[in-house]
């Protein structure tokens, strides 16, 4: 009987995969320690790296361009204009709930914005910093 | 008389119809999530097959952007596009790569928007269909539910 609620947390996360910021930051923690021992994510590197500007695309040269200069705010894109909701867990709590989506907008965006994929450092630090902000 | 009183029913009726392009029933997720993060999930029929196909064999480098989606959900997309696809006779030369606001019906369908209007970074681009038609995203692109006046101020 004691094992029912194990099974059952089992059960629910092989059926919806979803997770939660903290538990999807640390798949980027452990990978980034594996390439750096001793790292310890930051919120504050996770910020300025949201606010840097990238050269290598005109029309979203950082983060900001399609998310404001708060993600608490809704976005828009630069390029079609359509809205996008806030990227903070504050403000918008399906954010960081899914692990392959959550790779596949890195994988997108990082390409797109900063010209190449972002490390797993990176990573971590950007998702520990919109977990946190409010 | 009925036939006549059909006609002008359907004539009625026509014009209406064509402004409702709700998504289809069957529509994947895969394409909501895929297509309609960017920008609208666009109703298929306003391409015709061969510009979707055209289309979905340029992903990678869409319109400046790499939008490769992976083999399967590519090919559920392709075909659900293919399937829902409109005239093209109807539709006009979308051009390559072909965009939807290149068509003829779009272009006629548009010609009374002012060009300061397009040009407003509320609209920013006239992939943005939600700017004006506020319900575009229930299928509603009917024009006498527009945010022009909101805009025009």
Known sequence: M????????????????????????????????AQQAGFAPSAKRGEAFFRQRFAHNDKMPACTSCHTDSPLNAGQHAVTG???????????????SDPAKVEKWFGRNCKEVVGRTCTPGEKADFVTYLSEVR | MKRIALSLL???????????????ANTPASYTAECGSCH?????AL??????????AGLNDHFGTDAAVDGKKGAEIKSFLERHAGNAAKLGNAGNPPRISTTARFVSKHDEVPAKLWRDP????AANCEACHRGAANGNFSEHDLALPALKR
């Open chain 1, 82 to 96: 359509k809205a996008i909701r806030p990227l903070a867990v504050a403000a918008n709590g399906e954010r960081f």
């Open chain 2, 40 to 44: 609208l999930a666009y109703p298929p």
């Open chain 1, 2 to 33: 004691k094992a029912l609620p194990a099974l059952i947390l089992l059960l629910a996360s092989l059926a919806g995969h979803a997770e939660t910021p903290p538990q999807i930051g640390k798949i980027y923690v452990t990978e980034a320690a």
């Open chain 2, 10 to 24: 359907l004539g009625v009726a026509l014009p209406a119809l064509a402004d409702r392009l709700p998504l289809p």
């Open chain 2, 122 to 125: 509320r609209v920013k681009s």
């Open chain 2, 47 to 56: 391409l015709a097959a061969g510009d979707w196909q055209r289309l979905m």
